[in-house]
Nanobody, 124 residues
Framework: VQLQASGGGLVQAGGSLRLSCAASERTYNNHDMGWFRQAPGKEREFVADINWRGSYKNYAASVKGRFAISRDNAKKTLFLQMSSLKTEDTAIYYC??????????????????WGRGTLVTVSS
């Protein structure tokens, strides 16, 4: 398995969760990484990304100010700290690795490897 996401679960609205994504060395090194999510009946959407050096991040407008993406290059692990969760954040969250164009957000077409996904359910 090249990408393994974990940390999903059931949380009440307003709560927090931290997702992790462990990657193989080949998948992690020199790749930009990000999180996407797919809610029931909806298309997969971009959540956040971080470049290889961890110096630049993009966020979807819907999560900006509530979510924080980070990476630990020594441990080859990607994180997504989610706070002030809303019911509309309920989705399967996927980590992804790829190479994007400069400072543009990571697109699905940029992704080389997808994790299996971890379910986040936010209750009201």
């Amino acid at each position: 398995v090249q990408l393994q996401a974990s940390g999903g679960g059931l949380v009440q609205a307003g709560g927090s969760l931290r997702l992790s994504c462990a990657a193989s060395e080949r998948t992690y090194n020199n790749h930009d990484m990000g999180w996407f999510r797919q809610a029931p009946g909806k298309e997969r959407e971009f959540v956040a990304d971080i470049n290889w050096r961890g110096s630049y991040k993009n966020y979807a407008a819907s999560v900006k100010g509530r979510f924080a993406i980070s990476r630990d290059n020594a441990k080859k692990t990607l994180f997504l700290q989610m706070s002030s969760l809303k019911t509309e954040d309920t989705a399967i969250y996927y980590c992804a690795a790829g190479n994007k164009h400069y400072y543009d957000p990571l697109r699905a077409t940029d992704v080389d490897s997808w994790g299996r996904g971890t379910l986040v359910t936010v209750s009201s």
